[in-house]
């Protein structure tokens, strides 16, 4: 930015973080989600570990040279061995349907990480949590709720959890089964929103998210939550500038989009 100011080290500061290196990591599990979304387990050599809501880069190198790099959350709890990162298929994207369509397991991906230090949370932070998300932006959110599963149970209870998901339609929810096991623990409440058609009896929400509909799925302003939301651009925009209009404070409502671009 132009009109940014030079910053003055500060000789009593931690060490900078060492820089990020490409690994090949292996795939050791190939998961269909969804019939657009596929999850790969990985095995990363020397992975340095990571916090729930942390990102990864993945590299694709063509014959020819021709490189393209995406980014991905992390979609597995920072107790797990592996790697877990959950993709949605685009079809006119470069290395989604590379990624979903062509790799299996015993293949090699690059990948550098973890990064990030913004959208992460850890179960010792304790407090109600409220997570939104929309479509594919449930991966990060997924690393959170994981992280809070295999917590001793003292703490889960001091750090219940609401999810609210929005999706097309009821094939499009990602992670469905472990999502409703994570719903009947006392401390996890799931919610699902579906914008399109719902299913014959469907007892869910039927719209997009709404003033309301966060009213009702989330605690008071008064209670303080954190609340992350990951999703479309649009969706996370309006989320967000609701739960500031109910009273959440801004500097607790952590945010994470993507948009077309991020195949």
Known sequence: MSNATRAIPDVNAAPPAPRLEWRVATVAEVRDETRHARTLNLDVPEWPGHRAGQHVDVRLVA?????AQRSYSIAS???????ALTIERLDDGEVSPYLCDVLHAGDGLELRGPIGG??????????PLLLVAGGSGIAPL???????????????????????????????????????????RPEVQVHFTLTREAPSGWQGYHRRIDRSMLEEVSWPASEAPR??????????ESVATLLVELGHDPARVRTERFGPTGS
């Open 142 to 184: 997924m690393a959170m709720l994981r992280h809070h599963a295999l917590a001793d149970s003292a703490i889960r209870a001091r750090s219940p959890v609401r999810l609210l998901y929005s999706a097309r339609v009821w094939e499009d929810v990602i992670y469905r089964d472990e999502l409703a096991r994570l719903g009947e």
């Open 118 to 127: 913004y959208f992460v949370w850890d179960v010792s932070q304790r407090g």
């Open 77 to 83: 709890a920072p107790e797990e061995r592996t790697v």
């Open 63 to 67: 014959e020819d040279g021709y490189q």
């Open 227 to 236: 609340a992350f939301v990951c999703g479309p651009t649009s969706l996370v």
